[in-house]
């Protein structure tokens, strides 16, 4: 059962920078080529969107919100994903989630918070 966990939210403030990582675990990303593996964040009272997303083949699409600001890299040897965040604004602040797709199949992590205040 494939499974994946975040790490790396906090506070921060306006224009400051976060990393957010997620490893996977019941797969091995290195031997894998059709997955996809992405950030999406929900704020409250606000729907679940797409951050960014990369493919096994390294392909990385971004939220037009995040662009310039937000990099998506994976690391196969650690089976880790991570979000680079610079110049973060309040309006990024959310509940960040790991999302791993495999054969149509989404697994989720648990979030981790990220809140962008003064």
């Known amino acids: 059962q494939v499974q994946v966990v975040e790490s790396g939210g906090g506070l921060v403030q306006p224009g400051g920078s976060l990393r957010l990582s997620c490893v996977a675990s019941g797969t091995i990303l290195r031997i894998l080529k059709s997955y996809v593996m992405g950030w999406h964040r929900q704020a409250p009272g606000n729907q679940r969107e797409m951050v960014a997303t990369?493919?096994?083949?390294?392909?990385?699409n971004y939220a037009n919100s995040v662009k310039s600001r937000f990099t998506i890299s994976k690391d196969n040897a650690k089976n880790t994903v991570s979000l680079q965040m610079t110049n973060l604004e309040p309006g990024d602040t959310a509940v960040y989630y790991c999302?791993?797709?495999?054969?149509?199949?989404?697994?989720w992590g648990q979030g981790t918070q990220v809140t962008v205040s003064s």
């Open positions: 999302n791993f797709r495999l054969n149509s199949i989404d697994t």
């Open positions: 990369i493919t096994g083949g390294g392909i990385a």
